[in-house]
């Protein structure tokens, strides 16, 4: 038996046990890996956007980039201590219907 073949075996040895048997992880990996696809294609479409369409400047770019950091500044102390006190599957769910509809919103306001 080669290498590979035996390589390829223990893979699907560790596929078929653990954490990939139980549905409920394999669908929250999944959801997780989506929303952060989804959250860098955004970034970089709004960046594109603000180059391309806007003509923004490198000092614009330079305030585009930092705003994207301060709603955790401001924000993600007071909403960690109220998230802690809530269910997190919902939270998790509603937090990235917000970020598309936001995301959403960007087209449909340079219209």
Sequence with gaps: MSRIEMASQAVMRGLSTGLWTHPRFVALWAAQTISHMG???GALALTLTAILILNAT???MGVLGAARFLPQL??????????DRLPRRPIMIAA???RAALL???PVAAA
């Design 104 to 106: 959403l919103s960007i």
């Design 74 to 83: 401001f924000v993600s102390l007071f909403a960690g201590a109220l998230v």
């Design 58 to 60: 490198p000092a614009q």
């Design 39 to 41: 959250t860098h294609v």
């Design 96 to 98: 990235d219907l917000a």
